[in-house]
């Protein structure tokens, strides 16, 4: 089985990629979060899902707006005030859906950060990913988060990594991640993305689209067009308001 080749790290940059950049967590109401890698974050999401629970039990504060009966909650999950959650969505393994945000009918949401107001509608698969604030994901979109590469994919351990704009891999030291989607992102019907995709804020994924691993700055407008797949190499990070 061929290796996976080992990232090239760059002299001239120690560039670490932080959800934080993307991602207004102090605004969501956890700046617990703040300036962790994407590694250190998903670790950490059980443990903060349990303090938020104690901390929300103690003082007697609001709990969900709705849990359908027929949802599937796990454990170590926190599901902010206001927040929904519909019928025959699954929620488990570190998951924390901050307030007022919406996970629709038939999601699976696992080890992943929802922001506030953010909405994840219908029959999505989301893994091991953070999504942003006042972020918008329609129906059938998949962030996958492990890749073909490991022998056994039920206990992945080949590590994910982002392509940078220098040539250079980042090597990100965990073997699940799916995405960062950027505050006030919107991403269209049966789009892919990931493993090891991050998406700035503010920017329009069309349906049908497949993102490789690498980084789209903010306010990317990607339209759709059947199925399409985009390098994230062929973006130029020196315009982030271009169309494709």
């Known amino acids: 089985m061929n290796q996976p080749v080992p990232p090239r790290k760059s002299p001239q940059q120690d560039y670490e990629p932080k959800p934080s950049e993307w991602v207004d967590f102090e605004a969501a109401g956890v700046r617990e979060l703040e300036g962790l890698s994407i590694a250190d974050l998903l670790k950490a999401l059980p443990e903060l899902a349990r303090e938020l629970n104690a901390y929300r039990e103690k003082h007697n504060l609001p709990g969900p707006g709705l849990i359908s009966d027929h949802a599937i909650i796990g454990q170590d999950v926190y599901i902010g005030p206001g927040a929904r959650v519909y019928e025959f969505s699954t929620v488990r393994d570190g998951a924390i859906i901050c307030s007022n945000a919406v996970v629709g009918f038939g999601n699976e949401m696992v080890n992943t950060f929802v922001g506030k107001r953010s909405h994840v509608f219908h029959r999505n698969s989301i893994g091991s990913s953070v999504i942003g604030n006042d ?7 998949t962030a996958a988060a492990t890749l073909f590469a490991n022998p056994d994919m039920s206990r992945p351990t080949v590590d994910i990594l982002i392509p940078m ?4 891999v980042y090597n990100t030291d ?13 991403v269209g019907m049966h789009a892919a993305l990931g493993p090891g995709v991050i998406i700035g804020r503010a920017s329009q994924i069309g349906a049908m689209v497949r993102l490789t691993p690498g980084i789209y700055p903010d306010g990317m407008h990607i339209r759709d067009a059947g199925f399409r797949v985009i390098d994230a190499a062929s973006i130029q990070t020196n315009n982030p308001n271009q169309s494709l």
């Open 135 to 141: 972020a918008y994901i329609t129906a059938g979109v």
């Open 165 to 168: 704009s220098d040539g250079t």
């Open 174 to 186: 965990t073997p699940k991640f799916g995405a960062v989607i950027g505050d006030g992102t919107r």
